[in-house]
């Protein structure tokens, strides 16, 4: 065995695991364990979506695509972001990923160079920061945290200097909920517009949004299509995480720097999940709106046991997270989530590690059943009880 010091990548020993997945290895095998953690549908890919996938895999379909994706799922995806007013060409603009994971990677690499900054805005999701760090930038930390979280232009335009080069939204926000109102988006667009900085709209659970809320992208904007990279795919809405499958749209000069990497790293996403996700695209809107409708309840459930239990949390607009405050009980994010691991079987992710701003706070997913969740409020209450009495 080689004994340099120097055998691996200091960049990587020095980025640490997951913090989601941390927990989740802690309740695989335990049927004992509600779990409130790890962010994906308790629901079944729609039948309509793996009935196509199974057609082509009969007819012996399971070769490469061209590294753009396949064309008719291009296609779908440039009417799909029409219906949000956006115009982006299926041959030169939209780029079909192995998920939105690979899409915030290739994105990242193309885009930052040595001492760059990047604004972060935290809480965020907790592949942001460790990939924006293997490019040798320099991470700008805005906490939303002072504004109900969500991110407002004044913020943003106070974080900027010369050397930023991007910054990276998400709504709904993972882990929030929260959606930045269009308003405030708007205004958001003119400062990235004034200082020509990119922007990274991961905009992955922009169909499931509640109360009437309507989705709004910040690449919709007069003049924002020069500034923004929509980041988008089919885990959350349609169901799809095991399939990984995503897209990239943006303008046809970045684009041609992106598909690159994505050409060496990844060729292609599966052909299954591209004809399955085309599938959707065109005739899955309605077993959409009905995991939409059902978050949405339990998303009720949730909120009203966190809040009378002390709790309190904002309410969530879309997703399917909820971001309850428990600082009241004395305890750190992870010692509120080893406790009820250990203690109550309720397995929850803990807000640090979403960032510094998520400390005092934990991520708990709804996309499970109602009676689990009622089941794991009833727990986590009776732990808050014991602690507080």
């Known amino acids: 065995m080689n004994s340099r010091q120097d055998k691996f990548s200091t960049k990587m020993m020095a980025t640490p695991p997951s913090g989601i997945r941390k927990f989740f290895e802690m309740i695989i095998g335990r049927d004992d364990i509600i779990s409130l953690g790890v962010g994906e549908p308790d629901f079944s890919t729609p039948w309509i979506i793996r009935e196509e996938a199974f057609y082509h895999m009969e007819k012996g379909q399971t070769s490469y695509t061209s590294n753009w994706g396949l064309a008719e799922l291009r296609e779908e995806i440039a009417k799909y972001l029409a219906r ?3 115009s982006y060409s299926p041959k030169s603009e939209i780029l079909v990923t192995v998920g939105v994971s690979e899409a915030v990677d290739a994105v990242l690499r193309s885009i930052l160079n040595p001492g760059d900054e990047i604004i972060v805005c935290e809480p965020c999701y907790v592949s942001y920061q460790p990939l924006a760090q293997l490019c040798d930038v ?13 991110p407002t232009a004044s913020q943003i335009e106070d974080a900027i200097t010369e050397k930023t080069k991007a910054i990276m939204l998400c709504s709904p926000s993972n882990p929030t909920g929260r959606m930045i109102p269009a308003d405030e988006l708007e205004k958001i667009a003119g400062v990235i517009k004034k200082h020509q900085i990119w922007c990274l709209s991961d905009e992955v659970y922009c169909e499931l ?10 690449g919709s904007f007069p003049g924002m299509k020069d500034y923004t ?5 089919f885990s959350k809405a349609f169901a799809m995480t095991g399939w990984r499958i995503g897209f990239i749209a943006c303008s046809e000069e970045l684009m041609a720097q992106i598909y690159k990497l994505h050409q060496y790293s990844t060729i292609c996403a599966p052909i299954m999940s591209q004809f399955g996700a085309a599938e959707g695209l065109r ?10 409708v059902s978050y949405q309840q339990r998303r009720n ?17 879309g997703a399917f997270y909820m971001f309850p405050d428990i600082r009241s009980t004395g ?3 992870e010692e509120f989530a080893t406790r009820l691991i250990e203690n109550y079987q309720v397995a929850v992710v803990p807000g640090n590690v979403f960032g510094k701003a998520g400390e005092g706070f934990i991520r708990c997913c709804y996309a499970t059943s109602t009676e689990k969740i009622k089941i794991a409020m009833e727990r986590i209450a009776c732990m808050v009880k014991s602690i507080k009495s």
């Not at 930390?141 to 504004?147: A, P, W, Y």
């Not at 005739?283 to 939409?292: A, I, Q, T, Y």
């Not at 459930?301 to 607009?317: D, I, S």
């Open 84 to 86: 949000y007013n956006m």
């Open 138 to 150: 320099k991470l700008v930390h805005l906490d939303t945290s002072v504004n109900g979280f969500y």
């Open 209 to 218: 949004v509640y109360d009437g809320h309507k989705h709004v992208s910040i």
């Open 229 to 233: 990279i929509v980041l988008n795919g």
């Open 283 to 292: 005739n899955g809107w309605s077993e959409v709106e009905k995991m939409r």
């Open 301 to 317: 459930l949730m909120y009203k046991a966190f809040n009378e239990m002390g709790l309190p949390t904002a309410e969530p607009e």
């Open 331 to 333: 305890l750190t994010s």
